[in-house]
């Protein structure tokens, strides 16, 4: 039974993964990578990613729809909360002020944490309410495309 249990998990992050992959974010899967990317000047939008209903249901599809717009930031990346935990205790080093929280997305600023969504915001709310707050975001530090 553990086995199956397993491979589903397996699955199940592997989904997520290609989920967020494929609307465009880069996978940050090292310390290394996170602090090279993350010292970068410029924005960079973070989505830290986990396999909770409300990250498959919300987070994703939000993150995702949300890029259909004028304005970006000049890097979309993602941590995968539980799975690559060195990738995502690097990060949250960057959210200074906020607690861990997964699924959230940050946007991070030469380095310095601008805001960000908390799961708080996410859980229970409908998906067009998140692409909205991240959209407000864009447009306040992106570029546009």
């Excluded at 880069?26 to 989505?47: H, N, S, Y």
Aim: glycine share 6%; aromatic share 8%; hydrophobic share 40%.
């Amino acid at each position: 039974m553990e086995m199956d249990f397993n491979l589903y998990m397996n699955q199940v992050v592997d989904t997520a993964r290609q989920e967020i992959e494929s609307a465009g974010y880069e996978q940050l899967r090292t310390a290394e990578a996170v602090q090279a990317t993350l010292d970068k000047p410029g924005t960079t939008f973070v989505m830290v990613n986990s396999v909770c209903g409300c990250a498959g249901g919300i987070a994703r599809p939000a993150a995702a729809h949300a890029l259909h717009y004028d304005k970006l930031p000049d890097r979309l990346v993602t941590v995968f909360a539980g799975q690559d935990k060195e990738a995502t205790a690097k990060a949250r080093e960057y959210f200074e002020g906020y607690p861990p929280s997964s699924p959230s997305f940050a946007l991070v600023k030469d380095g310095k944490v601008v805001t960000m969504i908390e799961r708080h915001e996410i859980e229970g709310h409908d998906p067009m309410s998140v692409i909205t707050s991240i959209q407000a975001l864009f447009e306040e530090h992106g570029e546009e495309r």
